[in-house]
């Protein structure tokens, strides 16, 4: 596996969120501490920084909220900070309160200070902040004018300006309500952060979008202020969107990183016809692996990585590889094979034949 980085795509802003490599003698039960083969963890990164790929870091994509705790976490934000000093990567990081009780805050001031607390583990590995939805938040704040309070807060602190994140209910159902509060709808929540984004846009890179709507992100889009850039988290219809002017951080770059890096060279050059080409087959593929309920999504990832050849087993922290059916990843398998995503066609169906014969089920 390459260990060095290529430059980056020169078109486009591309973040692929990345899975974290489960210990296999580490135990991994759900509710127990989270124990990780960083070696496999860390190559995986080097692999996407090879491609010309930013890597996001401890996000959704990394089991954050599905049993990466938050000692894992802050260890998996050190040690990429430093894999990526030491290939040039670029690097962004999750930073939320999920280590602090679940449930509503005692006050918003709680719910700040635990952000602070991440946000100085992210800058203090080097990385960009991604300030990532708080469901202690979502559970707490009564408003618009409270997630303006608290963001508000945050902006006017941190050392470089931020990657927002919008994750729709579909990813997390406890994010109901985000940015407006309890009941209310996508417009108000587009209109609140917005505000937020008028407001304090020389302290925010950009907004990652993940609400698999294609039309709302493309008025949001439309909207911003010069200099914030729209991240689509579209796992759905990132082709088209990223073609349109996204930039990206995407969930779905994991397991297609090879096509996807020489769809946006591609880009790069002014191909878009090669572009397309490249992108579509993997569309299928993704739709399958984002599916309902979408937060199994990392089951369906890590399946693939095991398929791919760049880990050696199939378990996740927290037990998290029994999220999805055996039926669903056999069609998964189908699926990669259409979309030319595993390197060693052999290794994967010798692989798929050890899962069949685990589950007692025939291909």
């Known amino acids: 596996m390459t260990h060095s980085s290529s430059a980056p795509f020169s078109s486009r802003t591309a973040y692929a969120a990345a899975h974290v490599v489960a210990d296999p003698y580490g135990g991994n039960a759900p509710g127990a501490p989270a124990a990780v083969d960083w070696d496999a963890t860390l190559a995986f990164r080097r692999h996407l920084w090879s491609l010309g790929f930013g890597v996001a870091d401890a996000m959704d994509t990394a089991q954050r909220g599905m049993g990466l705790d938050w000692a894992a976490t802050s260890e998996l934000i050190a040690r990429s900070g430093a894999e990526a000093r030491a290939v040039g990567g670029l690097l962004a990081c999750g930073a939320g309160t999920d280590h602090l009780p679940a449930g509503p805050a005692a006050d918003l001031a709680s719910v700040q200070a635990g952000y602070e607390q991440q946000v100085e583990a992210v800058e203090a590995a080097?990385?960009?902040?991604?300030?990532?939805?708080?469901?202690?938040?979502?559970?707490?704040?009564?408003?618009?004018?409270?997630?303006?309070?608290?963001?508000?807060?945050?902006?006017?602190?941190?050392?470089?300006?931020?990657?927002?994140?919008?994750?729709?209910?579909?990813?997390?159902?406890?994010?109901?309500?985000?940015?407006?509060?309890?009941?209310?709808?996508?417009?108000?929540?587009?209109?609140?952060?917005?505000?937020?984004?008028?407001?304090?846009?020389?302290?925010?890179?950009?907004?990652?979008?993940?609400?698999?709507?294609?039309?709302?992100?493309?008025?949001?889009?439309?909207?911003?202020?010069?200099?914030?850039?729209?991240?689509?988290?579209?796992?759905?219809?990132?082709?088209?969107?990223?073609?349109?002017?996204?930039?990206?951080?995407?969930?779905?770059?994991?397991?297609?990183?090879?096509?996807?890096?020489?769809?946006?060279?591609?880009?790069?050059?002014?191909?878009?016809?090669?572009?397309?080409?490249?992108?579509?087959?993997?569309?299928?593929?993704?739709?399958?692996?984002?599916?309902?309920?979408?937060?199994?999504?990392?089951?369906?990832?890590?399946?693939?990585?095991?398929?791919?050849?760049?880990?050696?087993?199939?378990?996740?922290?927290?037990?998290?590889?029994?999220?999805?059916?055996?039926?669903?990843?056999?069609?998964?398998?189908?699926?990669?094979?259409?979309?030319?995503i595993l390197p060693d066609e052999d290794l994967a169906a010798a692989r798929l034949r050890q899962y069949c014969d685990l589950m007692g089920v025939g291909r």
């Open 126 to 340: 080097g990385a960009r902040v991604i300030l990532m939805a708080s469901r202690q938040l979502a559970a707490t704040a009564a408003g618009p004018e409270d997630y303006h309070r608290v963001y508000g807060a945050l902006l006017r602190q941190t050392r470089q300006p931020v990657i927002l994140h919008w994750l729709g209910t579909m990813f997390d159902p406890a994010l109901d309500g985000y940015w407006a509060g309890p009941g209310a709808g996508l417009d108000a929540a587009a209109d609140s952060v917005l505000t937020l984004i008028k407001e304090h846009a020389d302290r925010i890179d950009g907004i990652k979008v993940s609400l698999l709507d294609a039309d709302r992100e493309i008025a949001l889009r439309a909207a911003l202020p010069a200099g914030v850039r729209l991240y689509t988290g579209d796992d759905f219809h990132y082709p088209e969107l990223i073609r349109g002017g996204s930039d990206a951080l995407l969930g779905v770059f994991d397991p297609i990183a090879v096509p996807a890096a020489a769809a946006l060279r591609a880009l790069d050059a002014g191909d878009t016809e090669r572009y397309q080409e490249l992108l579509a087959p993997t569309v299928p593929l993704a739709r399958h692996l984002f599916a309902a309920p979408t937060f199994h999504y990392k089951t369906g990832i890590v399946f693939l990585a095991w398929l791919a050849g760049h880990q050696d087993h199939f378990g996740m922290v927290a037990g998290a590889q029994s999220g999805r059916s055996a039926v669903h990843l056999l069609e998964l398998h189908r699926l990669a094979l259409a979309a030319g």
